[in-house]
């Protein structure tokens, strides 16, 4: 299985920025989608962004304009540039990749362990 490792959650003031970022390793082939997903206490996990291979991103409504999704292919990363964070952005956030390992021929879904993005007012 692909390990992810994400770091640079942390509190953050209303208005203020913070950029994650996700590192996949583990004998990789490819890496086909990267994605950010989001989970607040009593609510449901929602996918935040997503890019593709090929750098198609695609957005929630509620953090376009204000969210960047990035990748960058030869350190196997993805980022995620959050400004003008929001009270209601707190949440746990996990990074997820749709990878395929040497060996293998079929892509598989990994999950990093999450971080905590806390937004005060």
């Known amino acids: 299985q692909v390990q992810l490792v994400e770091s640079g959650g942390g509190l953050v003031q209303a208005g203020g920025s913070l950029r994650l970022s996700c590192a996949a390793s583990g004998n990789i082939f490819s890496i086909n989608a990267m994605r950010w997903h989001r989970q607040a206490p009593g609510k449901q996990r929602e996918l935040v962004a997503g890019i593709t291979s090929g750098g198609t991103t695609n957005y929630a409504d509620s953090v376009k304009g204000r969210f960047t999704i990035s990748r960058d292919n030869a350190k196997n990363t993805v980022y995620l540039q959050m400004n003008s964070l929001k009270p209601e952005d707190t949440s746990i956030y996990y990074c997820?990749?749709?990878?395929?390992?040497?060996?293998?021929?079929?892509?598989?879904?990994?999950w990093g362990q999450g971080t905590q993005v806390t937004v005060s007012s």
């Open positions: 997820n990749v749709r990878a395929t390992r040497r060996g293998s021929l079929v892509p598989s879904e990994s």
